[in-house]
DNA sequence: ACATAAAACTTTAAGCTTGAAATATTTTGC
DNA sequence: GCAAAATATTTCAAGCTTAAAGTTTTATGT
């Protein structure tokens, strides 16, 4: 997947299979650094990270099942990321009294307050790890990665 | 990570980490779609495609540590899909006459030929899954993003 | 009412991933 | 020549990830 071209592919089709690998090495590096940045400065993972600040925007909490569609990854490993926090006090399962299937999933006090602070230090971060894109060229970019986002959503 | 901005955030610094969310949130659904696809139609893994096409472009091998630099994942990765794909045999590993903690790793015939199928169609996936960005925004993508990681490698 | 389907979630097995420790080999500095 | 450092790789423990199977609860059709 992160395949370069060494011989330099060309014909019809390479240029978006370029760009597929410039995206992937792109986000793996910064992947690979944040990773590393949250578990030295902060002892924690970028899946915790990313469970937190996904609850962080709802404070009433969401379900298990919103959680893993927003995030992109299947309901079992929400569960275990999850079970990880609230063992660690950061995240509260809360019954339902409409339906018990389901539990609200929310950021604890002790959660919210260290999520604050994490992502204080995770946007600086992001601002120099992307301080070379110009603002301009990131609003632009940013465009193009949204409209391929809706246009790739009407699929399935 | 893929956390989005329900309240839009605003201020400095914000556009670029609006920017890391959608690159995020692209490439993963992208390597959602692609691993599902090579599972279902080929029975194979991202990591292992991954290893291959490393490999595909070297017919006489790579070093182990050679390999996880290219691929940007630990070394210890990378012994365990590569023993996965030795004892599938699609690569092999070669003692070196001269330093014998290496080993040179390839494809094997089978490997090549298993590769070459499995890239065409991948190939044609990207075609599809990045269709509606026309050629040009996909060569204007691909510099912003090269420029950036070659900024980004000044680091460290 | 009641069987059946659907929904929400957890569990499980297999594989991926990392960072750190361990092993083996080669290189370097006296 | 030889101890010590450096290099290449593997092993290990813990956690992440998925798809598939299992559990519990709710909704649906008759």
């Known amino acids: 997947m992160v395949a370069g071209p060494l011989p ?5 089709g390479k240029d978006r299979l370029r760009l597929w690998i410039r995206l992937l090495r792109a ?13 030295k400065e902060f002892d924690t993972t970028l899946p915790r990270f990313d469970v ?29 990321i999850v079970d990880r926090l609230v063992s660690e006090g950061l995240v509260a ?17 002790e959660g919210t307050k260290s999520f604050a602070t994490i ?10 790890l992307l301080g070379k894109v110009s603002e ?5 970019l940013t465009g193009m990665l949204t409209s391929f986002r809706s246009n790739w959503e009407g699929r399935e």
Chains 1, 2 share one sequence.
Not at 53 to 77: C, I, K, Q
């Open 52 to 80: 937190m600040a996904a609850l962080y925007r709802v404070p009433e909490g969401m379900l298990m099942s919103d959680l893993s569609r927003f995030l992109l990854v299947s309901n079992g490993n929400v569960t275990g």
């Open 136 to 140: 301009e060229d990131a609003r632009r």
């Open 119 to 128: 992502a204080a230090a995770h946007e600086g971060w992001i601002g120099e």
């Open 8 to 12: 330099a592919p060309s014909g019809p």
């Open 93 to 109: 399962r809360a019954r339902r009294n409409g339906d018990r299937r389901t539990s609200m999933v929310r950021l604890t006090e």
């Open 27 to 39: 986000s793996r590096t910064i992947e690979a650094e944040l990773r590393e940045r949250l578990k």
